[in-house]
Structures are given as C-alpha cells and as structure tokens.
C-alpha cells in the first residue's frame, strides 16, 4: 500500500482539529448544449455548495459553442463560468470552470468586482477547446485553476501532455489545482479492471506523470486511497464492462494545505433517461483547513537529531528503501519518503527529549 503524505494524515491523532474547507470537483459531462439539463446541473451546485463550500468544478466535453447562455444562466446561480470550446467543431470537446461566485476570495483593498476582473485577466486557454485555466486566491495564495481535456487518440497524448509545461508557456505550474479527463491512467494495475483480452493502450501515461511530478502536483485520490480500487469510467465493450480511473484531481503540494479525497456522494449531474451508469463519474478531493486541539502540542523536529551519525544513516536507508518500493513513479516515492522520515523524526526528537529530561535531572540532584 502506498504511504500516504503528510497533507493527508488523521489529523486528529496529532492534536490538531480539522475543518472541512472548499470542494474541487471534475466531470466530463458528455455534452451540456441542452439549456433545461445545464440548469438543473446549476442547480445542483449551487444547493451543495450551500451544504459545503466548492472551490470550484472542472469541466470537459462540454459540446457548446457560443457559451453565452450558458454563462448568463449560471450567474443568476450565483456561479461564475469561464469556457472555452473547440473552435474547429463547436459540437465537440470543449472545456470549462465553474465558481460561486462567493469563493473569488479578494485581495487586500480590492472589490469582488477586482477580484472577479483580475481572475477573467488572467484567463488562458489550449488549442481546441484541450483546456482552460485561470488565477486565483486560496488562504492569501496564488492557485491556478485547469481543466485538461486530453487528446482520445493515444499517439498524440504524449506531445499534448508536454504542452501543459512547456517551458515559457506553462499552462500549469506548481500551484495548480487541476481537474482533467486524462484519456489514460496512472497505473493499469490499480487504475483499470477489464475482462478483455487485449492490451490497454495507455500511451501518454508515462508522460503526464513525470510533468505531475515535475511540478510536485498530487494525485490525491492515489495518494489517500493507497491500493483500493477507485474508478470514474466506465465503458460497456464486447468482453463485458471495462471500468477506469482517466478522471482525476490534482492538487498542490502546499504548506498549510492539505488534501483530502472524499467522494460524490449526490447526484449532482443528471443521468440520461434509464441509465443505470454514467459513462464518467465525478471525482472530488476536500482541503481541510487546520486548527490546533487547546492542551495537545503540535509535533515538532529538532533538528540536532541529524548530529546522530546513527540516526542520519537509517534515514539514508528508508529513503533507498522507499525508492526501491516505488521505483519510476517519483510523485508517490517523493511523498513516502517524505512520510516516513517524518515519523522517523517526530520518534527521535521524542526520544532525544527524553534523553536530555534524565540528563537534566542527573545534573539537578548531583547540584542538590
């Protein structure tokens, strides 16, 4: 099982009080041209996030041209929507962003109405309707927001993939929060079960994850949920149905944040008439907002634990070990080592400590 990082550990056990803050949600929504189907969505958004706050969601495949309607309708929900649509094929692809309007958090001496301005200002978008972005606020920091719609044609994911960080012109960076129907998974063993024969055709995959990790973005859902299955597609074929994981959120590896990934559980997009399973399902992960437990200290590390030769040396070892384990996927082989060395850390400061109270009172009765 793959340790989970330190952003998304039981945060209670280590004397600190966790409060659930926004959503991010992403869905390829298969086509939202149908205006009474688009309300309805808005809707839906708009009650849960009354219930819990949402950052924002991501969408793909939103098949609409002229998004005009569609932004007007969700304004009177008290969201705002950025949208960018093939432009080649106006019924095809397709990218967007959804906010309430009440989560554009405002700078200092700026109006909502700046702060909505300098969001749309800092808009960017990809060829065909492939993606849209945007800065933001999170808790005082610049966040970018994406939604990636990847390429369906496995040859030309790779040179896609490249473009989201292409030197000079990042779409994304290290502060991003994204949301994308990657078309491909990270891992076929943990990310896709089938019944069919043929191979999984996968291309592109390897390539997304060395741009995630590159960055230092989190697949949070990977991340929280270890080795348990958890899937977001799912595709009737000739061999039986063929359930995959091409929908995920990545988050970033922020101090002061911390991911959670916790799923859907209301019907937020409506199903087509008599549809027992959508062909995508919406994927979601939490940040939690921290506040310290009165009488319960915050672990620390003192750092004259690495004077120990000993001590350094077995911190050598695991992070060998933990690169050993997770040997090619270097986002999950960079939050195990950095989980493991700090329990290692957090044991050997306590016992440090406890070492220097019995030196302290040998010198205290010796002086008596």
């Not at 093939?86 to 019924?91: A, D, I, T, Y």
């Not at 929060?177 to 896709?192: F, K, Q």
């Not at 741009?211 to 697949?219: N, R, T």
């Not at 634990?305 to 050598?316: E, Q």
Request: hydrophobic share 35%.
């Amino acid at each position: 099982m793959h340790a989970l990082s330190s952003w998304v550990r039981d945060l209670n056990s280590e004397g600190i009080e966790p409060h659930p803050g926004p959503r991010y949600i992403t869905k390829n929504v298969n086509g939202i041209s149908d205006l009474k189907v688009w309300e309805k969505i808005l809707f839906n958004i708009k009650y849960e996030h009354k219930k819990s706050p949402i950052g924002a969601v991501f969408l793909q495949e939103i098949r609409i041209g002229d998004a005009r309607k569609h932004k007007d309708m969700a304004e009177e929900h008290g969201l705002y929507m950025l949208a960018h649509g093939n432009l080649s094929n106006r019924r095809a692809g397709g990218t967007a962003i959804l906010i309430p309007q009440d989560s554009i958090e405002q700078g200092k001496n700026e109006s909502h109405h700046q702060a909505w301005t300098r969001v749309r200002k800092s808009l960017r978008c990809l060829p065909q309707g492939r993606g849209i972005a945007c800065d933001t606020l999170l808790k005082g920091n610049t966040i970018r927001l994406a939604s990636v719609y990847a390429p369906a044609d496995p040859d030309a994911r790779p040179a896609f993939f490249n473009t989201l960080n292409k030197r000079g012109h990042r779409f994304i960076n290290k502060k991003t929060i994204m949301g994308i129907d990657a078309n491909c998974v990270p891992d076929v063993l943990l990310d896709r079960k089938s019944q069919a024969a043929s191979q999984y055709n996968n291309t592109g995959a390897d390539t997304l994850n060395q741009v995630v990790a590159s960055l230092g973005l989190i697949d949070v859902a990977r991340a929280f949920l270890g080795n348990k299955p958890f899937f977001t597609s799912f595709h009737n074929t000739s061999a039986g149905l063929t359930s995959t994981r091409i929908d995920r959120v990545y988050a970033p590896d922020m101090d002061g944040l911390m991911w959670e990934h916790s799923p859907v559980l209301t019907e937020i997009f409506p199903r087509p008439p008599g549809a027992l399973i959508l062909d995508h399902e919406p994927a979601q992960i939490t940040l939690h907002q921290v506040q310290n437990v009165r009488g319960n200290d915050i672990p620390r590390i003192n750092e004259g634990i690495f004077d120990d030769a000993a001590f350094v040396s077995k911190v050598a070892e695991e992070i060998e070990r933990q690169t050993q384990a997770h040997a090619g996927d270097w986002s999950v082989t960079w939050t195990s080592i950095k989980e493991r060395v700090r329990a290692m850390s957090i044991a050997q400061t306590r016992k440090l400590k406890k070492s220097q109270s019995k030196a302290a009172c040998f010198v205290k009765l010796r002086d008596l």
